[in-house]
């Protein structure tokens, strides 16, 4: 996209990001699969899913059962809560601490 002026550009993209609806609240893997056929939303996000399940894909695959979020820990500057979620292979995510620098 070729832009004119900062206005143009700023309007450019508001208007496809309009035009994208994203929902993200408490899906399921069944649950997001049919959220883009509803029509409601063309994406759909999990947010603080992935923060309890770092490997969220592989549980998806697997059907396993999801660890639950712990909101109270979330943003509040400390490890507790993003690093210490146990994976589906029974280890815990402190191993995993550096290896996505």
């Known amino acids: 996209m070729i832009c004119s ?16 609806p994203i ?15 509803r029509g409601i939303a ?6 603080s899913s992935f923060l309890a399940n770092p490997d969220l894909p592989e549980c998806f695959r697997q059907n396993a059962p999801l660890n639950t979020s712990d909101c ?16 589906i292979n029974g280890s815990d995510t402190t191993a995993l601490r550096g290896s996505f620098l």
Request: aromatic share 10%.
């Open 72 to 87: 109270a820990t979330m943003f509040d500057g400390g490890e507790k809560g993003y690093i210490d979620s146990e994976l």
């Open 5 to 20: 002026s900062a206005l143009f550009c700023s309007v450019a993209i508001v208007v496809s990001i309009v035009q994208t």
């Open 23 to 37: 929902a993200g609240t408490a899906y399921t893997c069944d649950t997001a699969e049919a959220e883009p056929q």
């Open 42 to 47: 063309k994406l759909v996000v999990f947010g």
